[in-house]
Each structure stands twice: as C-alpha cells, then as structure tokens.
C-alpha cells in the first residue's frame, strides 16, 4: 500500500492531467487514518465539486449499459466525465466489476473519460462521505461530470442517494413482483425512474405502478420523471441524459444545490467533530474510577466530569 507523503504535490499532478496521481488520491481516499484526513484537507482547499449523478438499481438492471450510453452524451458535448463504480461488499479497490470494464470499455482509451471502481466498505462513514470526496478529487483534475454506479441493495441505496446530486434508479418491467418491499424507499430516493429493457414485456404496467405510487407519494418540488430506455441499443438514453439536466436546472435555481451540498459538508464537519472527541473521551474515560454504575449512568458522569475539566483547561489557559 502505498503511502501518501505530500499530498498537495499530488493534488497539483492530478490537477495537471496525472492520472496516476488521480488515482492515488482517490485510494487514500478510500482509506481512513490521518493520511486520508490530511489528503482530505488539500482537497477541500483547492477544489469545487463535481455534480454527481448516482445510478442506482438492482442486480443486472442494466446499469452500466445505461452509463456507458451516458458517457457519449457528455462526451458529445465535449464535457469531460467521470466514472465511479462502487462495489459496496469489496474491502479491496481496483478489482472492478469485469463486466463494467467490458462494457465502458470503448471509452478505455479517451483520456476525457475516467473510470474507477471504488470499495467504501470500512470507511468511515461509507458511501456517503468517500463518493463525494472522489467526486471533489475528479473536479480538481478536470471532471465536473461524475457518475457513479452502484448495485442497490438497501442502505446502498440510500447512501447513494446521499452522496448523489440527482440520483437515477434503474428499474426493469415487471418490478412489481419481486422488490414489493422495497418500493417505498425508491420513491423517496430517485429523482428519476429509468425503465430499462424496455424491450421486454410488462413496461407499461411498471410504469403505471411507479406512477400511481408517485402520486401517493408526498408531493415536493420535483415530480421523479418515469422514462423507458433500451440501453443495449441506445434507445431513450438521450431523454435520460436530456433529464438529469433538468433536474439539475431545478436544483441549482432553487437553491436546493446549495442547500444539499452545504449539508453534506455539514455532515462531514460532524463526523469528524465526533471522532475528535472519542479519541479524547476514551483516554478519559479510561482514568475514570470504576464504578458499579450502569453503563449509560457512566458514560453520563464521565461526560459530565469531562466537560468539567475541559472548562477548568479553558479557565486556567
Ligand atoms: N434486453 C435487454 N438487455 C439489456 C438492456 N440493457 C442492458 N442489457 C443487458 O443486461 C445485462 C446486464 O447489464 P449491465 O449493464 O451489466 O447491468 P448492471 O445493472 O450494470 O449489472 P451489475 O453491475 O452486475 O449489477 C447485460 O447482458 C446487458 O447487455 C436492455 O435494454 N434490454
Ligand atoms: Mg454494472
């Protein structure tokens, strides 16, 4: 593994066109530890944001069909994009997804188009905190686009979704009898239904099923748009691509953009603010005399002892 010494020179090599150094960003990214704390610090000095659109959906749905349409449309507007397919049960990066490669793979050789699998099991904070990161390390090295593609599967989803500007989920016909349970949560996670394989049959009963569940839904600012796509042959890509756009125009003169985007650093401003004060309340509440006090009346004296001598720190400075 290798380490990350100087991070800010490698910012600049990745800012100037290094893939490589890119690409080691984004692992120590991947990590956790003081070294990721100080890349992390770089990053946020030097960098805006990518706008990320995450493409979500189960198994085989045709994600990376989808996003490989995807990228031509960037590309045909001479936007540079990047790519983060995220393999949520993999501690290792790298070992991407052999099918994604395949399938992203006329795009291999553009030097506009960056695709990287990524693992966030283990990291602290997971999807949420490491996918944003990333998508600031490719905007400081050129990519202002950035897809990132993951298998849903519960709190993946979720997580994407928190991580994602405008999130797109991938659905197939027929959904209706296998993910019952789970339709609920895709209402309130996608800002865009893709019925993909649209060349099989059963599509405009999924799309009626999505819409009535739409209308049950509580209705915020953006209806999620339900379109049909055949990714294999390319047909209703550009409508999805046309889409994104729009509800990226929505969020940005809403003010909505703002307004996630400042929650997310929020977020990540108390993530941080959280593992600060458990180094320090652990070595503390390790002195603390044991007492036959239950754990939670402990852990309220130790706070409260603890707030003490940090008020005492501050009086006697
Ligand atoms: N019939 C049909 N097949 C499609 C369509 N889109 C994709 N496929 C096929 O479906 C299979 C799965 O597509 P992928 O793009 O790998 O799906 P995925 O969602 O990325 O899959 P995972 O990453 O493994 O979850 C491939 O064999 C595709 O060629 C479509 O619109 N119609
Ligand atoms: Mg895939």
Known sequence: MSIVKDPKSLLEQAVGGNRAALAKLISAIERDGPQTTQVIKTIFGTASTAYLVGITGAPGAGKSTLTDKLIRCYRLRGLEVGVIAVDPSSPYSGGAILGDRIRMGDHASDHGVYIRSMATRGH????????????????????????????????????????????????????GDSIQANKAGLMEIADLFVINKADREGVRATKRDIEAMLDLAPKGDWRPRVLETVASLDRGTDEVFEAILDHRKFLETSGKLKEIRANRDEEQTMRHLVELAKVDLATFSRGFRATSLDPLSKAEEVFAAWLESKSNQTGNS
Do not use: C, K
């Not at 993951?150 to 709190?155: E, I, K, L, R």
């Open 124 to 175: 602290l904070g997971g999807l949420s905190t490491s996918v944003p990161l990333a998508a600031r390390a490719l905007a400081a090295a050129g990519f202002q686009d950035v897809l990132i593609e993951t298998v849903g599967v519960g709190q993946v989803e979720v997580e994407v979704a928190g991580a994602a500007d405008t999130t797109v989920v991938v659905i197939n016909p027929g959904w």
